[in-house]
């Protein structure tokens, strides 16, 4: 990135990108309490994760314990209070937050009755064996627009219920916190320009503010350099994304003077920005969700496992060594990875199933230390595109799934121009006549003909990507690099 082709590029791409996070970060965030994982006076060590389930097939609770404390993992957030995973967390010792669904925010929020059976049907069967660092009250509320009048004003005073619950049953460990997207903020470029949106800003982000101050918890956010870099490759080099850029790529904020070598940085700093407009410059801040996709769909630039690997290890590297932003140097900001698995039942773009540090057989996608003590990997694979094809997923056409598949087939077939044209009888495609055969040549031909549009290669679960060409015969499948 240079100074002089970033400066508007940026602030538009971050905002940009925040509204893009929202439609992304509706699964899982991980947090951690500081005191409970820091590792010598030089402050904390080793990232935490998220622990997201929107998969087949995932390992047993038991076992991603294993695995999430194999790989350095320092606390777990998980998406709601899964009794399977608090059992399996019992006795490890590592912190654990968990999310309360945005659905029972209303209720918490009017009723301190609700606040206390929540606690203790969710918090109660599981404390003190199982370390709760965290309840985190809803996901990216601000983001959803849709529920402004029943839920954003109840976000504090539901956490206020809950904490007098928790305080109640001698629970005074555990912090109230909420996490919230980039796009909380109407301005983040400069850093220094940083501020709320004016529909939230004195109603709903102050009094949060107030209460994370007055409880020292953490205002939480969720910031991607990904979908920023993603959304403007012209203007923001990938190496000042993944914490690898040159001298010359450094950016000097003429606001303030303090200069910058990475993106996430940026982002960060917007929202110190924005806090302290709001007078409450001084609440810390801690990053609940941030990562790289290790695979997407064609023309999902950069989803690979070598941008993946690269990010992610230089983050742990970095928050190892080097905590804090250029505007709070040495400040101790927790920092906590999506996600654990890579999660197959995601909707959306390829990239949504691609940001997991394992596979669900428990094979790592790439190695990677959380603990960030670890400087020597084997090498990346190349980042170069290779062509993609659109098709039936493994067991897709199972007798079970038949309705559905032909359904979706039948959506794919309805649009394009010709579509599903050689799948008709005496086209080049019809044989074999069979139904899973003509589900990958319908669902690729509507993927080729609409992924620039935003089609993806979903189709509730029954689609994949490919590598390897379906073509047979005289059937030809258009690929994504034509």
Known sequence: MTPSSTCHAV??????????????????????DVECHCHGAKGCRGLGINYGTVADDLPSASRSVQLLRAAGASAVKIYDANADILRALAGTGVPVSIMVPNSAIPSLASSRAAAEA????????????TR????????????????AASTWRGVVPAMANLRRALRARGLRGVKLGTTLAMDALSASY????????????????LPLLRFLNATRSYYFVDAYPYFAWAGNRDAISLDYALFQ???????VDPGNGLTYTNLLDQMLDAVVAAMGRLGYGNVRLAVSETGWPSGGDAGEAGANVRNAATYNRNLALRMSNSPGT???PGAEVPVFLFSLYNEDRKPGPGSERHWGLYYPNGSMVYELDLTGRRSSYPPLPSADSAPAWCVLASGGGKAANETAVSAAVAYACQH???????????????EPDALDAHASYAFNAYWQQFRSAGGTCFFDGLAETTTEDPSHGLCKFARSLD
């Open 245 to 251: 850029g040159a001298a010359g790529s450094r950016y």
């Open 190 to 205: 400069p850093p220094s320009a940083g501020a709320f949106r004016g529909d939230i800003a004195e109603d709903v982000v």
């Open 416 to 430: 394009g121009s010709r579509t599903c044209a050689a799948i008709q009888p005496g086209g080049a495609c019809h």
């Open 132 to 147: 709760v660092a965290h309840l985190l009250v809803g996901n990216e509320v601000l983001s959803n627009r849709a529920i």
């Open 326 to 328: 250029p505007a709070r």
């Open 118 to 129: 929540w606690v203790a049907a969710n918090l109660a069967p599981h404390i003190p064996a």
């Open 11 to 32: 602030a538009v791409l971050l905002l940009l990108a925040a509204a893009t996070l929202a439609c992304h970060f509706s699964v899982f965030v991980v947090a951690t």
